[in-house]
């Protein structure tokens, strides 16, 4: 590959956005974290919702470098041979790299392509 690396990360956890943080550091590397929610939830303050004395999220801006974009929207399909993902709201970012971070919970068996290539 010449020129710049393009880096999709799905999943916008303490490992997707650990994993972006780190690739963004590198030249010639753009990379987008692709996560549902425009808010980064921190699992280890969520007994602190639960007490109402913290809402255990904080702004992706806080979190992710500067240089690391955010994509604000669901992951319905990784099409591996095209390195392209689709998005619940109908665009696709393509990848040369693809970082699969969903987290902790079970990933969806119905996204078309995780069982193959995750």
């Known amino acids: 590959m010449n020129g710049n690396?393009?880096?999709?990360?799905?999943g916008g956890g303490y490992g997707g956005v650990t994993a972006a943080n780190s690739l963004a550091r590198r030249d010639g590397v753009s990379v987008t974290v692709v996560n549902p929610r425009p808010d980064f939830v921190e699992r280890i303050r969520l007994h602190q919702l639960v007490t109402g004395s913290d809402d255990a999220v904080v702004g992706f801006?806080?979190?992710?470098?500067g240089n690391v974009r955010l994509v604000v929207d669901t992951a319905t399909r990784i099409d591996a041979a095209e390195r392209q993902v689709s998005l619940a709201g109908g665009g696709t970012v393509s990848y040369d790299y693809?970082?699969?971070?969903?987290?902790?919970?079970?990933?969806?068996?119905d996204v078309p392509g995780a069982a193959e290539f995750a």
């Open 61 to 65: 801006g806080e979190v992710l470098g």
């Open 5 to 10: 690396v393009e880096v999709v990360v799905v």
């Open 98 to 109: 693809l970082v699969y971070a969903v987290g902790s919970g079970a990933s969806a068996p």
